[in-house]
């Protein structure tokens, strides 16, 4: 390779990026990356850490409000936006510093520029230099995308919501999708008025009906309205710096922000992927094969800018399987069935392998379970919300095929059970487990 500047020259340091540049250099290639904006990609930076860490700190709202009940006195209770705000992204500094000290430590070299394709072996920086390498790999993550409409430049999105200055009184949020819900449940849970529109009358596409009617309820119950099948037509900046948002045939909602969280699309215009003989999916996306190779032999793609699967875990499994398939010479490619997803909605709800509705249409006869019940942290709180766990079972094999809870700690409980539902364990198995007494996970051993 020595007719190259580089043996890997990656364009993206989030997490597929930096893991698949790490791995690549434990094999004793010379790799370089490219970031235009800052190493650690949407999760560290702008995506779920951040946005877990809101999360949290909005959790405090309502265990202060149940503390009375356990005998707590609370004097003086009261929330600062900027202090949540400021500590967060002190958080996300540190975590760009330890990704950028990965880099350095398994001597990946990184530019803090953007970098574009210039041929199937070439890369371009914004600075003007250009250098080769032996392969590329494509990790530039996928970007918000922001509908079309009068006003939406007055619209924000996931990527500014952690740098407001101020709390806002009044949000809109355009989309039901896992940010939309979560971003709706935080600014909820912080006293925020939150209205969420969204242009179907589904929330959480994708996953079981079951759980996303009840976590309809239980944000409705909490004051989350939805207005259904109106997107926003139209925002309107007000003279007192307030927005207007028209939607549907409804009343116009007053707003002091409207938050867009309608999707994310792969980041690849202006790219140059053509100058390799590459063309864009229908969505944008880079199509690659099996191995994340794309039709160009040199080039690579990870990560969300496939549009595979946009996780990060799943990110960070595709990188490593195309150092260890190019660099490791051990051709590995990565599984994209029995992934487990969480909402980090309030409640959160949490799933992997199929739902009622794809089960009976691909193996016919399922049997359910459920256990319905209220946790027990919150028997003494104000709110009755009651937790709902649901297996899928093949009536054929006893084979559990998906796993679906809502409630307290979900996403927690489900990472274990999510290696059964992989291991192909049955519904005999679970039943044969001893619970763990007094839990919320033992639910899922007791179901009959």
């Not at 997803?341 to 199929?354: E, K, R, T, Y």
Request: glycine share 10%; proline share 4%.
């Amino acid at each position: 390779m020595a007719d190259y500047d580089y043996d890997l020259f990656v364009i993206g340091a989030g997490s597929g990026g930096v893991r698949a540049s790490r791995i690549a250099a434990s094999y004793g290639a010379k790799v370089a990356v490219a970031e235009e904006h800052r190493i650690g990609g949407t999760c560290v930076i702008r995506g779920c850490v951040p946005k877990k860490l809101l999360v949290y700190g909005s959790h405090f709202a309502e265990e202060l409000q149940d503390a009375s009940h356990y005998g707590w006195t609370v004097e003086g209770m009261s929330f600062d936006w900027a202090t949540l705000r400021d500590t967060v992204l002190r958080d996300v500094d540190r975590l760009e510093a330890a990704y950028t000290s990965t880099l350095d430590t398994n001597k990946v070299e990184h530019f803090h520029e953007r970098a574009t394709v210039a041929g199937p072996h070439a890369v371009r920086l914004a600075s003007g230099r250009e250098v080769s390498a032996k392969y590329i790999l494509i990790a530039v993550g996928a970007w918000p995308v922001k509908p079309d409409f009068p006003g939406n430049e007055h619209c924000i999105t996931s990527n500014e919501v952690f740098h407001l200055e101020k709390l806002p009184k009044r949000v809109v949020v355009q989309g039901a999708g896992y940010i939309a819900m979560e971003f709706a449940g935080i600014f909820n849970a912080l006293g925020c008025h939150v209205t969420v529109v969204n242009r179907s009358e589904t929330l959480l596409r994708g996953y079981d009906a079951t759980l996303r009617d009840r976590l309809l309820q239980i944000t409705m119950a909490r004051g989350i309205e939805y207005k259904f099948n109106c997107p926003i037509t139209k925002v309107e900046k007000q003279a007192d710096g307030g927005l207007m948002v028209t939607v549907g045939t409804h009343d116009p909602i007053p707003a002091d922000i409207v938050l867009v969280a309608t999707g994310r699309s792969p980041k690849t215009a202006g790219l140059g992927l053509e100058s390799a003989g590459i063309t864009l999916g229908e969505k944008g996306e880079i199509p690659v094969d099996e191995f994340s190779k794309t039709t160009c032999d040199s080039i690579y793609a990870v990560g969300d800018v496939t549009d595979r699967v946009q996780l990060t875990p799943i990110a960070i499994r595709e990188g490593h399987a195309f150092a260890d398939t190019v660099f490791g010479g051990t051709p590995r490619s990565t599984a994209y069935d029995c992934v487990p997803s969480a909402v980090f909605s309030q409640p959160p709800l949490a799933a992997v392998g199929l739902t009622e509705s794809q089960a009976r249409n691909t193996h016919g006869n399922v049997k359910i379970f459920t256990s319905d019940f209220r946790a027990m942290k919150n028997i003494f709180a104000s709110r009755h919300e009651r937790g709902l766990y649901k297996l899928v079972v093949d009536a054929g094999t006893d084979r559990i095929l998906g796993i679906h809870m809502i409630g307290p700690d979900a996403p927690e409980i489900l990472q274990a059970a999510a290696i059964a539902v992989r291991a192909g364990l049955t519904k005999a198995d679970f039943d044969a487990t001893v619970a763990l007494h007094p839990s919320m996970a033992e639910e899922l051993v007791l179901m009959r």
